[in-house]
């Protein structure tokens, strides 16, 4: 032991520290005095025995400010598209050129005069002036210097044990090491130093077997050797069969031999999601305890989130989906259910959302972010620190999303400092959410099977190894290429005095770990591959295959090595797989298909237990399916969130809108010349109001065709008007009744009162004459006698003294241009298109209606059965569209032969 010191066992990462640990109580019995740890835990250490003063590492900060501050440099216009992966790459290539030359000098004594490449040239003279603008180091760096270029006195010696490449160190590092062991008098126990290279180069497989030839050879060159039963090579079909075999080998091999348990077993996996949710899921469901696999949880990157949908809807009109988004975030000051209720507005058609009476300022400052306009510079920046503000004293997430809101916000807010006009690409390019992925080292137990990823170092020794992802640039891994220097800028640097890695050296690397891998096992060694990876794009297997087969005898092509578990040949061959005595019946569920009893009035469902009034939509939902009805009527109806597109519900609520404004009562009905000359505008003005996203330019053919179609709609009724000789009583008027004994209430689109006093109740219709002809001929129009029904109640104010005995109900159909109704009326014969049907339109959907509102009352609901689609279809003519209102309908439909309505 060190007086007054300690012995520090260096390795790569915390895997390796578990295996050399495990072996040093083994070998020692004790760990006093002794500490295994990475390299950042010996920079801790070292910082505190040393009494290192560091400064607020602010390296991050500042390095950012001096990459702003060089509008020339080569990572310019990079930083300005992506400032986050641009800062990241930067920052890597900066600290890997900095300790690429001795510790004692910096990057500017790289002669630049000795390379070639003017480009190379550009980039390093780009990196000297960045560091110089710094004008500091990172924290790690600031130590290894300060031990290495001052006169130190630590509280204790600290004495270092490194492996060549365990892990592998930079110029740095290496003289780090060599100024702490000076400080320590080298006083070095070289029986730590054995049990290190023991613990990563110790073969543990019998050396005469093809696994410990393997072992012991791979990627150099030797005899060849008879292939035996301790390496297979096993093809499936994608990573989840690999798991799933994987799962079931163990099993079959612990049921065929009694003394192996879990422990005995170890398994690589990529570092790749799939296979460890895949290992984590398989493994629970086969009651098999595996040890050190990672937990992986993903979150919603909501800080950034509702930063771009903030940015997204300065620009009117803004998607509805953004602000929906942006409504629920929690990143806003209210509670999660006014967000609810406000997007669900929303998304309902109604673009002028408010907020009740009362509510704090800060919620009515929040919605006015994304209502008010912002379309220059100050009204931005002044609307950005207002949303800063708001987030960060109102929030209702976590301090981590709220900083990453602040951040993106103070992002946009520095990008909009050097604009006139605000460049909204650029702004929305600056904030990227993305997947937040956190992943923790997962529990280590005894009886286990040991996990260990294939990015890190084994931690444990078995007699059974699997490798699972066997594929194409994995075992080893492939160093990647670097996004600032060419490998030709690698050698071209190294003549000049640095020593960065090269991607040679990288691959080299990776390989000595996969070797380490390889050594874990100490009887058998399994390799899975798949045809398929994750994407189902084909795979190929690991290019080791080929260094494998050049040190074994057998056949003649490497790939032939492999067998394919698909091949009822081949699995014959594979050893150790657990086959099942059968295929099993696959689990199938269908719902009952029973009418449902509730055994109360469904129309009382509310606070006050009275009965609820009925609209005639909703009664004729309840017609076509009492189940959508239902849904409907509690709550739970299928809500779905989608873009903006003008759907028929949507153009006819527009042409309501442009009819009200262009018909109104108490004045002359407008001349066609009038008509023409006022849709476009009432129609902007509509659109406007419930449709605003239809004013972009994208929509620009959708909007003429839609004010043609009023345009030509409109003359004609106006024409019709004339010839009945009628005037317009009031629009959008409400009615209210009572049917069968329940209220029932609805809005009329138009009252006209005839020359002989009469009066007609009109029902806009943006559709042609067939879906309102076909249903009121077979006697399923139920809007015509509820009309009457509510009419026979009178009138609201100020119309209360007209006459409501004698009215007719008129469909204008604005497609096709048809009046359509049960009767003639005075001067409808000069109307060109008035279609009359000569029979009851309504007596076979108000029996239904009346069946069914018994029904309900009695808390029955009947399901649909499948043939009903088909019914209504051809025998009622209408189109069920409540069958479509939520799955649940058709899920729940009764089979063919059940009756129809």
């Not at 170092?457 to 699972?468: D, G, Q, R, T």
């Not at 297997?541 to 040190?551: A, R």
């Amino acid at each position: 032991m060190i007086e007054n010191g300690i012995h520090f066992i260096l390795v790569p990462d915390a895997n390796a520290r578990r295996l050399v640990l495990t072996n040093l109580v083994g070998q020692r019995g004790s760990t006093i005095g002794v500490m295994v740890g990475t390299w950042l835990e010996l920079i801790s250490q070292v910082s505190n025995d040393y009494c290192l003063s560091l400064e607020k590492d602010s390296w991050q900060e500042d390095l950012q400010i001096a990459m702003q501050a060089m509008p020339d440099a080569f990572f310019t216009q990079s930083f300005e598209v992506d400032p986050v992966e641009s800062f990241r790459i930067i920052e890597s290539t900066l600290i890997s050129l900095i300790t690429s030359v001795e510790i004692n000098a910096d990057i500017s004594a790289i002669n630049l005069d000795g390379i070639e490449s003017a480009r190379t040239r550009k980039i390093v003279a780009d990196l000297i002036q960045l560091l110089e603008k710094v004008s500091r180091l990172p924290s790690e760096l600031s130590v290894m210097r300060q031990v290495c270029t001052q006169s130190n006195n630590p509280l204790r010696g600290i004495q270092v044990y490194h492996h060549d490449a365990y892990p592998w160190l930079n110029l740095w590092q290496s003289s780090f090491i060599e100024a702490l062991n000076a400080d320590s008098g080298n006083a070095a126990d070289t029986a730590y130093q054995e049990i290190l290279e023991a613990s990563v180069d110790s073969i543990s497989c019998n050396a005469q077997s093809t696994l410990g030839h393997l072992q012991q050879n791979l990627f150099h060159k030797a005899n060849k050797v008879a292939l035996d039963e301790s390496v297979q090579w096993l093809r499936v079909r994608d990573y989840l069969q690999e798991v799933e075999t994987t799962a079931g080998m163990i099993q079959s091999m612990c049921d065929r031999d009694e003394s192996l348990s879990y422990v005995d077993f170890a398994l690589v996996v990529p570092h790749a999601d799939e296979y460890i949710h895949a290992v984590k899921t398989v493994f629970e469901q086969a009651a098999i305890p595996v040890s050190g696999l990672p937990k992986v949880t993903y979150y919603r990157d909501h800080g950034v989130e509702a930063v771009l949908n903030y940015l997204i809807c300065q620009q009117k009109p803004a998607p509805v989906m953004a602000m929906a988004a942006f409504l629920i975030s929690p990143l806003m000051p209210w509670a999660k259910e006014t967000g609810i209720e406000l997007s669900d507005e929303l998304m309902g058609g109604k673009y002028d959302i408010e907020l009740s009476p009362g509510t704090a300022l800060a919620e009515r400052q929040a919605l006015s972010l994304i209502q008010e306009n912002n379309e220059t510079v100050p009204a931005l920046n002044k609307s950005l620190l207002l949303f800063k503000e708001i987030v960060s004293a109102h929030a209702n997430t976590s301090k981590f999303h709220v900083d990453r809101a602040v951040d993106s916000i103070n992002l946009v807010l520095a990008v909009l400092s050097h604009e006139s006009n605000i460049n909204w690409v650029k702004l929305k390019q600056s904030v990227k959410p993305e997947q937040l992925r956190e992943e923790l080292a997962g529990e280590t137990m005894q009886e286990g099977v040991a996990v260990s990823l294939d990015s890190r170092e084994p931690w444990e020794k078995c007699k059974h190894l699997i490798v699972l992802g066997f594929s194409k640039r994995r075992y080893p891994t492939q160093a990647g290429t670097s996004a600032i220097f060419s490998e030709d800028d690698v050698a071209s640097l190294a003549l000049c005095g640095s020593t960065l890695v090269s991607r040679k050296k990288q691959n080299e690397l990776h390989r000595d770990r996969f070797i380490r891998q390889v050594r874990c096992a100490r009887e058998s060694c399994t390799y899975f591959l798949s045809h398929l990876n994750a994407d189902a794009s084909s795979n190929h297997p690991s290019e080791s295959l080929v260094y494998m087969h050049n040190l074994l005898d057998g056949p003649a092509e490497a790939e032939d090595l492999i067998l394919n578990l698909d091949s009822e040949t081949d699995r014959r061959l594979a050893r150790d797989l657990k086959i099942g005595a059968g295929k099993q019946k696959p689990f199938s569920w269908s719902p009952r298909l029973d009418d449902v009893n509730f055994n109360t009035d469904l129309l009382t469902l509310s606070e006050d237990n009275k009965v609820r009034g009925l609209s005639p939509s909703r009664l004729g939902d309840l017609m076509v399916s009492p189940l959508a009805w239902f849904l409907s009527w509690v709550g739970i109806e299928l809500k779905e969130w989608s873009p903006e597109e003008p759907g028929p519900i949507l153009l006819g609520s527009l042409a309501h809108g442009v009819y009200e404004n262009l018909f109104k009562p108490g004045k002359p009905i407008p001349a066609a010349v009038a008509i023409k000359a006022n849709v476009p505008d009432l129609l902007d003005q509509e659109l406007k109001r419930i449709a605003p996203f239809m004013l972009a330019q994208k929509w620009a053919i959708e909007r003429h065709k839609l004010a043609d179609d009023i345009t030509r709609s409109a003359v004609d009724w106006g024409h019709a008007l004339e010839r009945l000789g009628a005037t317009i009583v009031d629009n959008e008027i409400w009615l209210k009744g009572e049917y069968s004994g329940i209220p029932i209430h609805g809005q009329a689109d138009c009252i006209l009162k005839l020359p002989n006093a009469q009066l007609a109740v009109v029902d806009y219709k943006k559709a042609g004459i067939a879906n309102r002809e076909k249903p009121m001929s077979k006697g399923y129009d139920c809007q015509v006698s509820l009309y009457r029904e509510m009419l026979s109640n009178g009138l609201p104010e100020p119309h209360q003294l007209l006459d409501v005995h004698h009215v007719e109900v008129l469909y204008y159909m604005m497609n096709s241009q048809n009046v359509v109704a049960e009767n003639f009326l005075p001067g409808s014969e000069d109307v060109p298109g008035w279609v009359t049907i000569e029979n009851d339109v309504s007596v076979n959907a108000m029996a239904l209606i009346k069946q069914r509102v018994d029904q309900i009352r009695r808390g029955e609901i009947i399901l649909n059965n499948a043939s009903d689609e088909r019914f209504y279809d051809r025998e009622a003519g209408l189109k069920p569209y409540a069958l479509d209102r939520s799955p649940l309908v058709r899920l729940f439909m009764k089979p063919d032969e059940e009756d129809s309505p």
